[in-house]
């Protein structure tokens, strides 16, 4: 069958598309693809690899009727009608569990780094404006003996908890429901109120719909600590980032630490100019090996729905009875 992957990923995933005898069309560019380009694309395909900055929406449907399974290479699918989707019979998948542990390392990045003004203190250092050690220079704020506060107790926000063992942290969650793996780690439920009334550090895990769209909002920030800090590895829209940069600017909030945006790639232009915001381009599963994992995932997804098997990490899982 005729399959597109939207963009060059490693290799893997390709080769085991290829060996089943698909015809495997990869777009060349390292870039993502414009919407006319993959309208072009994938003109008669029955297989579509897809990135997380692909939109597929029901109007892209409409003029695709020989869909038959998209395969995202992200866990997120927020980009995805997966309503649509399923109302053609049309099977979608994600790539769970296997990008866990890089996204949760790169949560704790973003904390460190924030909490400790890490990126503030390499921009002055290499600017050449160190003149040595200073008892009252860059002073961050602790992280050992502190709340955490875990927004979303998914695969990703529960590692993320777990990671903050040798850190002897007081842990708080909400989530919709009890989390057993929270629960196991000593974490207390909370609503969303206390969590940020408590928490010295919030970290978002939740996947982007209607409710979470915006819930870091003006009131959000002004019930947090102002030594707290915020940090989103999650979707940029659950932030909303003007409200972000104004708690910044005004030190209603410590510090944040983003690797998602809401328009990406462009950002809110006051996140550049403040020197309390640790930024990253969107790298949460972005290691050499868990980009190998995730290509072989979402190729043997794809396999699994064209031959009409059920695939491992389905979305719509409805759609295999
Ligand atoms: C990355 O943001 C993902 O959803 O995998
Ligand atoms: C810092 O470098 C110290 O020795 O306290």
Redesign the pocket.
Known sequence: MRVLITRPIPETGVALLREAGHAVNVLPHDRPASPEELRAASEGVEGLLTM?TDKVDAAFLAERPRLKAIANY???FNNIDVGACTERRIGVTN?PDV?TSA?AEVAWTLLMAAARRAGEAERALRAGLWDGWGPLQYLGVDVVDQTLGVVGAGRIGARFAQMAAGFNMRLLYCNRRPSVAMEALGATLVSFDELLARADFVSLHVPLTAETRHMMGAAAFSRMKPSAVLINTA?GAVIDEAALVEALRRRQIFAAGLD?FDEEPKLHPGLYELENVVILP?I??ATVRTRQVMSRLAAENLLAMLGDRRPKTPVNPELWG
């Open positions: 997380l992200a866990v997120g790539t990008l996204t979707r998602v969107h949460g599963s």
